[in-house]
């Protein structure tokens, strides 16, 4: 019934349809380990940054954190006392959107300043192009809009880039906490608890797994604890992690139970990610109100008044 060369082809399709089958039943796992190898990478990183200052007699207030954006700043327009409050911001700015490089701030003050001269020379050579004459007021507005917007556009990418961070991490965090809660009851010190909740929520979320893994890491080679949850705190930027730090150093600062701390702290979170769930869902009824009316009220009215429209013009064609 079939020639050898459809049998061919049935026996490829078949093959390639397997071949996307087994990719993928086994992408998620590859996944899962490409992420913990990513975690286990930047937690080994920290470490050795570390040890390596620790070694070399160098540790001081702000070997901790990842070099200075104040000082890549100043270097750029040599002038430390006006660029060290603004190079703290950009600093915190980049480690909470995920950029550890040193040079990240770097680069984000040379966007801020290359991104508006492109886009202006974009709209130079746009409205050099336009054959229809154009007032110089609007010109003005044009180019002065082009090169607003590429000087908040840096700004923008960031912090859209902090807010996923931050709410990845608020949706994950008291599930971590109560997996430290065990832990901490059990007897294992707040250093392991740390580093072992970070290898296993690796799997679910890897910025929050990197976030505690480099704690872990800050905790067990520095000797200020209180330092090393501040840092947290700082470096991640959203309230869980606030919360977090905040509860730990008082409950190290006052003798009061770490465990008890964890589990107020964990049904706190728990209800304020139940609340914003809740908000989005009572704000979702006014954001479909636009689209209903739109997309969904035309058709409608075409279904139901769509025959009546039919026969009344056919009534009125036979009459």
Do not use: W
């Not at 039943?25 to 490409?34: C, G, T």
């Not at 931050?166 to 608890?193: A, H, R």
């Amino acid at each position: 019934m079939f020639g050898a060369n459809d049998e061919i082809i049935i026996t490829l399709i078949s093959a390639i349809v397997a071949a996307v089958s087994f990719a993928a039943f086994a992408l998620p796992f590859l996944n899962k380990s490409e992420k913990k190898e990513r975690y286990r990478s930047v937690v080994e990183k920290r470490r050795k940054a570390l040890f390596d200052a620790t070694k070399d007699g160098s540790m001081k207030k702000k070997v901790i954190q990842d070099v200075s954006a104040q000082q890549n700043i100043a270097t750029m327009f040599k002038v430390q006392e006006l660029t060290g409050k603004m190079g703290e911001k950009v600093r915190d700015k980049m480690l909470q959107a995920g950029y550890r490089n040193p040079k990240a701030p770097f680069k984000f003050m040379m966007a801020k300043i290359f991104v508006p001269v492109f886009l202006f020379l974009i709209a130079m050579m746009f409205l050099s192009g336009v054959e229809k004459e154009i007032s110089g007021l609007v010109q003005l507005m044009i180019l002065g809009g082009a090169a607003l917007f590429g000087f908040k556009l840096p700004d923008i990418l960031i912090k859209n880039q902090i807010m996923k961070r931050q709410e990845e991490i608020n949706l994950s965090f008291p599930d971590s906490l109560d997996m430290m809660l065990i832990c901490v009851q059990g007897g294992i010190g707040l250093e392991q608890t740390v580093d072992r909740v970070a290898a296993e929520i690796a799997d679910h979320s890897e910025v929050l797994a990197e976030e505690l893994g480099i704690l872990s890491a800050e905790m067990a080679m520095l000797n200020d604890r209180r330092k090393a949850l501040q840092d947290f705190a700082r470096r991640v930027g959203s309230g869980a992690a606030k919360s977090f730090a905040t509860s730990l150093i008082q409950a190290e600062q006052y003798g009061t139970s770490v465990s008890q701390a964890m589990r107020v702290m964990s049904d706190e979170l728990r209800d304020m990610r139940m609340a914003a769930a809740e908000q989005k869902a009572a704000s979702l009824p006014p954001k479909l109100t636009v689209p209903m009316i739109l997309f969904f009220l035309p058709a409608l009215f075409i279904v139901i008044l769509g025959p009546a429209g039919i026969q009344a013009s056919a009534a009125g064609v036979g009459g």
